[in-house]
């Protein structure tokens, strides 16, 4: 599935984002929360560039897959708890942590994927300031999708990951 989702174009990828976005805004939206659906092809998108990023980073690049499946998995399952409100009986005070590490692991999710793509561009480990744009871009990832996508394609073409 992460070959395929890597080797979308751009505007099929968008396409995607929006068919799910419409459809969860005009026809879910009184069984869960409209992020749930909206948010799905997001996640997908995330893990995908995740691990193609990962399997073709030169050895020499030391980065953790663990460590970004459990933040991701923790990001998800967070979300798939607040939107199908399975957390209405809990107090904010006690929900706020955990939505705080929700955010970071999102966050660091994000920086994995970004830090991997600038990685195998360069074949060298990246500075901040050479995948900054990339990790705004997946923040804003209607939009991101249309420079960060043919970049990816590059990516799982020529390392056939």
């Given at each position: 599935m992460t070959r395929q989702?890597?080797?979308m174009p751009g505007w099929a990828l968008f396409s995607v984002f929006l068919f799910f976005f419409l459809c969860d805004?005009?026809?879910f939206v009184p069984l869960w929360d409209i992020s749930l659906g909206t948010m799905v092809p997001?996640?997908?998108w995330i893990y995908s560039l995740g691990v193609i990023g990962f399997r073709a980073l030169p050895q020499n690049i030391n980065m953790?897959?663990?460590?970004?499946l459990t933040t991701f998995a923790y990001t998800v399952g967070f979300h798939i708890i607040t939107s199908l409100r399975l957390d209405v009986g809990i107090p904010y005070g006690i929900k706020g942590p955990f939505l705080f590490l929700a955010w970071l692991s999102f966050l660091y999710s994000i920086y994995f994927v970004t830090k991997c793509i600038k990685c195998v561009e360069l074949n060298r480990t990246a500075?901040?300031?050479?995948?900054?744009?990339?990790?705004?871009?997946l923040l804003l990832y209607p939009i991101g999708v249309w420079f960060i996508q043919p970049k990816i394609q590059n990516i799982a073409r020529t390392?056939?990951?």
């Open positions: 989702v890597s080797l805004y005009y026809i997001v996640f997908i953790s897959k663990g460590k970004f500075v901040p300031s050479e995948w900054i744009s990339i990790f705004a871009g390392h056939e990951v």
